[in-house]
């Protein structure tokens, strides 16, 4: 069975600093997809950023990067120039592109705080 | 379009009652997921409903049910409720390829009494 590890449970960043949440994965699979989500306060999940397992180009959207590393099983999210509104639960997810079904495996989330 | 919609937001149910929690998913989508979100046991997957069909469940009991409807809105009902099924339950919808993005709502808030 498939897990996803995120060994810090919570993390703070100043302002405009950089920070990088970690995630490791477990799988036997050679295809899959990895997520990371996004959870305000407000509870609404967002994705923040998807990989797709047989791209080696790392995903990018604006201020957020992957650091996705398959032999070592690594999915980690770089948030750049961080923001306030970056406050949030981050999970990592993996989803099995074997699967039929649209079935994510959740990391237990890194609570994120930003210092003004 | 309006995103993926749950009903009520917050519950309340003591004990051995039964609930049922509703999700409309995003227009044209056909796929609706539930996920059950606790503080010891973090997201888990409950069921995923496509086209009025089960095509997955996760590890939980059979007092955790699900339907879809014709119209894609989908129901998840769960009987004989025990204190441990406090929690906040998400329903997330997609379109129907396989690389689609699943979409959340707001989720529903079950505190069992």
């Known amino acids: 069975a498939q897990t996803v590890t995120q060994s810090q449970p919570e993390m703070s960043v100043q302002e405009a600093e950089t920070v990088t949440l970690s995630c490791t994965y477990d799988t036997s699979e050679s295809d899959y997809y990895l997520f990371w989500y996004k959870q305000p306060p407000s509870r609404q999940m967002i994705l923040v950023i998807r990989?797709?397992?047989?791209?080696?180009q790392n995903a990018t959207e604006n201020r957020f990067s992957v650091n996705f590393q398959k032999a070592a099983k690594s999915f980690s999210l770089k948030i750049s120039d961080s923001q306030l509104g970056d406050a949030a639960m981050y999970f990592c997810a993996y989803r099995s592109a074997m699967d039929s079904s649209y079935k994510l495996i959740f990391g237990s989330g890194t609570r994120l705080l930003v210092r003004p | 379009k309006a995103g993926v919609t749950q009903t009520p937001r917050y519950l309340i149910k003591t004990r051995g009652q039964q609930v049922t929690l509703s999700c409309s998913p995003i227009?044209?989508?056909?796929?609706v997921s539930w996920y059950q979100q606790t503080p010891g046991q973090g997201l888990q997957f409950l069921f995923e409903y496509f086209s009025e069909t089960q095509r997955n469940k996760g590890n939980f009991p059979g007092r955790f049910s699900g339907r879809q409807f014709s119209n894609s809105r989908s129901e998840m009902n769960v009987s004989t409720l025990e204190l441990g099924d406090s929690a906040l339950y998400l329903c997330a919808s997609r379109g129907a390829g396989g690389r689609d993005t699943q979409y959340f709502g707001p989720g529903t808030r079950l505190t069992v009494l």
């Open positions: 227009s044209g989508h056909r796929s």
């Open positions: 990989q797709e397992a047989y791209k080696q």
